[in-house]
């Protein structure tokens, strides 16, 4: 394996790269810590703390502080982020659970609704639930119907993410859209 193949598959792994780093901090992770000691009840802090620390590898901690979010705030955006860092944590079933309560939540009517319900089927390799969902994702926001806006879609987003979605992207490109 090449170096950049072997750092491309740490990427892809969750929680992989710093795992074994157990005290690495961020400049965004210290500012994070200081807005709960600022505000303790800010479900949003908690959040975003816990998404930094899964993407950091520190999975104990990242869900505490998701736990402690989705006590603060139970609605169907905090439970949308929460299984968002779940999904980072390669805890794909718990990422599920949060990403279908939010959508229950939200009754199907939020934007993200469909897309993350891809992301955690892709993970639980439930292809089937995973290109219906990422039919209803299209058929709501269209620029994922067409690979060069979805990839500018997902630009911003973890490698994994973007690994997950691009997967079954070109999975119903191929096999389901019309």
């Known amino acids: 394996m090449t170096t950049r193949s072997i750092i491309a598959a740490l990427l892809l792994t969750p929680g992989a790269v710093l795992a074994a780093e157990p005290n690495f901090t961020t400049p ?28 950091l590898g520190r999975k104990e901690q990242a869900r505490a ?44 009517s939020a934007h993200y609704d469909y897309y993350s319900l891809v992301l955690g089927y892709w993970g639980t390799k439930d292809l089937e639930r995973a290109l219906k969902n990422y039919q209803l994702a299209a058929e709501k926001d269209p620029r994922l119907a067409e690979f060069k806006s979805l990839d500018e879609r997902t630009a ?10 691009h997967e079954i992207y070109v999975l119903w490109s191929k096999a389901w859209k019309l």
């Open 65 to 108: 502080d998701l736990k402690k979010a989705v006590e603060l705030q139970d609605d169907a955006p905090m439970r949308n982020r929460v299984g968002w860092a779940y999904f980072n944590l390669g805890d794909y079933e718990e990422a599920i659970r949060h990403f279908e309560e939010s959508a229950k939540k939200s009754d199907f």
């Open 28 to 55: 965004k992770l210290e500012n994070l810590t200081k807005q709960i000691a600022a505000h303790p009840d800010s479900a949003q802090a908690y959040s975003n703390r816990g998404y930094t620390l899964a993407l």
């Open 156 to 165: 911003e987003w973890t490698p994994l993410e973007r690994k997950a979605m």
